[in-house]
């Protein structure tokens, strides 16, 4: 609970990936396992290609820091080619992103200002009265500040971007922290544009310490960019 | 596409952790990444307690077949203490599982007659004469069979329990395999029963040889067991 934003982290290790000379294909899945916290100050990403297929790669990694492993991760590459598709989700309502207000984040945490946020739903936590809810969904509009175009690596990070859902249910700060996130890519993302990205989260079931969240990435005209899911653990 | 029943190889990768004597806690979460086949014969799993905290452990595994890795994998375990706890997903609509009758299975594949299974929805592709589906839900009562008590292997077997569900979409054969399975634990198990469970899953997006598929896994009187999501590789 007291390393960096955990989607840095996710990005940072996918960085690795995509930056290898040895890597075939685009990123499908990432799942990283947060195992300590990560200080300020140089770390090492070992990258091993487990496996190499002829359109499908994968990849173990870790993320060492004062000879502790801090992450662990995998990655699975691959090509991509047109098949049947079809979506059964839908982007959940809401407003044009330029219809809703940029909302003015807090000091802390810092992350929180690499993002420009316009939230639909859920966003009460950063009201200065928050209030339990009923429900854990979180729905916004978001980008990089200063934008740029979005890329694998911003949309990892961005899959971790919702603030832990168990303080939105308990309207309060509650100690928490990703425990395990997993994404899979569903484009290649290319061209790209800077428009802010539609990003819902829910979490399905909280006890015993530990919460599971579904999150959506939509790009602005309707098209599902990724699904992710993470493990949380909270102190209440 | 010609390995064995992704779910008890995810099963044996979790068993290796389970009675390893170095192990705190009870498993929390699992992501096995399918990379290559596995061919009846010997295999090697390597697991490495990649990083013991005081309350979870973190480890990585390999599954090795003749001098190439078949399988990688990360296990989470941990101890899990009383919390406020709530459900925010229910369980799908579904008779009591005795009033459901039991589905006759076919020959191929042979997994298949390892369970009991009683399809509430989504069971067509067992058909005689399957039809394209518009939706790829799936949702059944489902237990080994023999009977006996759920664990957390059998749980983990189970969440891979759904065939493809590009297969439902189409009405028709497809080949198809999993790339990267996640299951997310919401109990420690203990005691547990040998009755069925309630299984259902569904796909979000399907698109450029992938789709993405998230399920549900509820005991008999409605709580949650666990959560679970997986990429699934498809050739249409």
Chains 1, 2 share one sequence.
Do not use: C
């Not at 899959?159 to 395990?180: C, E, K, W």
């Amino acid at each position: 609970m007291v390393g960096p934003f955990g989607g840095i982290t996710a990005a940072t290790l996918l960085r690795a990936v995509i930056d290898d000379p040895r890597r075939i294909g685009e990123p499908l899945s990432i799942t990283v396992n947060y195992a300590g916290p990560i200080a300020d100050g140089p770390f090492t990403i070992d990258a091993i290609p487990a496996r190499t297929n002829r359109s499908t790669q994968h990849w173990t990694l870790t993320l060492t820091q004062h000879d502790a492993i801090a992450t662990t991760a995998t990655v699975v590459t691959g090509l991509r080619r047109p098949t049947w598709s079809d979506t059964e989700i839908a982007p959940p309502a809401a407003p044009p992103a330029d219809e809703v207000p940029i909302t003015p984040l807090p000091e802390y945490p810092a992350w929180m200002r690499n993002y420009e946020m316009r939230f639909v739903e859920g966003g009460e936590i950063l009201s200065a009265t928050p209030q339990p809810h009923t429900t854990s969904t979180t729905t916004l509009w978001v980008r990089d500040t200063p934008a740029r175009p979005l890329d694998h690596t911003a949309l990892t990070a961005l899959s971790d971007v919702f603030f832990p859902r168990i303080m939105l249910r308990l309207g309060r700060f509650v100690a928490a922290s990703t425990v395990s996130l997993t994404t899979y890519f569903h484009t290649d993302l290319s061209p790209t544009s800077d428009r802010p990205i539609l990003a819902t989260a829910r979490a399905q079931h909280f006890g015993n310490g530990y919460f599971d969240q579904s999150a959506q990435l939509w790009s602005e005209d309707g098209k599902p960019l990724a699904t992710s899911h993470q493990l949380v653990y909270f102190k209440d």
